[in-house]
């Protein structure tokens, strides 16, 4: 492969707090959509949401936007880059977020028979389960009978009237997801989309990237040349996320700790030898006699 070059990005989900609000660079974002989607898109508009505030205190890396397919239908986009304890915090509220956005999208004054579909973007940077063997994931939603699981579809005068006559739609009116896991990719290029996800991953691109408007990110979200107090507040940003993941892996470290002590107190309890309570709890025979001693 080429050489990369030297340029030094500020990262996506800076970006898309910042940088990618601004009309200007909306050709980033839809080169990005266009590659997940498959389909050409054009955002129309910001949308004029709470997660839209630009506030240096909010943590929150969410951009709802209005776009147009490629069949000239709107469609409203929530594209949301996520650390673990934020994303768990902000999915509490299940479907809501979705249905939010078009109640939000609504109050601008347009038809509910403008919008076509809501989708939901998750950037994540963490392995959300566990055993995944793919990197993106795509859902939607759909209803099924608990007698007998049949699914629930519309019928093609119900699509008639929701669809201004597309009675063909092949996808439903309700919302879809798209989860991206940047750290399950192993920086492999196979498609348009990988090149995104390599810079979601990496904050860089290479020259021969050519997925569309993806070289534009090196003119645009370059960090030299950004006012002093841009770059400031990039630093402090990136500061916060390490604070963060620190916070995080210390809890996790933590909880691991406190299940050893509790299956240790729980064998202790049982009268279990020893070298066996050492075997299943992981503690030194040090920790285990001090448990011991407590009870």
């Known amino acids: 492969m080429n050489a990369t070059t030297s340029r030094t990005l500020v990262s996506f989900d800076w970006a898309a707090k910042k940088i990618l609000r601004d009309k200007a660079n909306f050709d980033i974002l839809e080169g990005f959509l266009c590659s997940l989607l498959k389909q050409e898109i054009k955002i129309i508009s910001l949308l004029e949401s709470e997660s839209n505030r630009d506030d240096e205190t909010d943590k929150s ?3 709802d936007l209005v776009v147009e397919n490629q069949n000239k239908e709107l469609i409203v986009v929530e594209i949301q880059n996520s650390r673990e304890v934020h994303y768990l915090k902000s999915r509490k509220a299940g479907l809501y977020g979705s249905a ?3 109640v939000d999208h609504l109050k601008l004054g347009d038809d509910y ?3 076509r579909k809501v989708i939901s973007i998750s950037i994540l940077y963490f392995l959300l389960g566990e055993g995944e063997t793919d990197y993106v994931y795509h859902g939607a939603t759909e209803f099924y009978g608990l007698n007998n699981q049949s699914r629930l579809t519309l019928k093609p005068a119900q699509k008639q009237a929701i669809f201004n006559g597309v009675s063909k739609l092949k996808s439903n009116v309700f919302p879809e997801y798209y989860l991206i896991e940047v750290e399950k990719f192993q920086n492999l290029i196979q498609s348009d989309l990988d090149e995104w996800i390599y810079f979601f991953k990496n904050s860089e691109i290479k020259k021969e990237f050519k997925a569309k408007n993806i070289q534009l990110v090196q003119e645009k979200l370059d960090l030299m040349q950004m006012s ?3 770059r400031r507040a990039f630093e402090r940003f990136m500061m916060n996320k390490a604070s963060e993941r620190g916070m ?5 470290i933590e909880g691991q700790i406190e299940n050893q002590i ?3 107190r729980a064998m202790i309890a049982a009268g279990e030898p020893l070298e066996k309570i050492k075997r299943y709890s992981r503690l030194s025979e040090q920790e285990i006699l ?3 001693s407590e009870t």
């Not at 995080?248 to 996790?252: G, N, Q």
Request: aromatic share 0%.
């Open 290 to 292: 001090k448990l011991q």
């Open 228 to 230: 002093e107090s841009e």
């Open 113 to 115: 028979d403008k919008v």
């Open 100 to 102: 939010k956005l078009i």
């Open 262 to 264: 509790e299956t240790a």
């Open 61 to 63: 890396n969410r951009v």
């Open 248 to 252: 995080l892996e210390s809890a996790k």
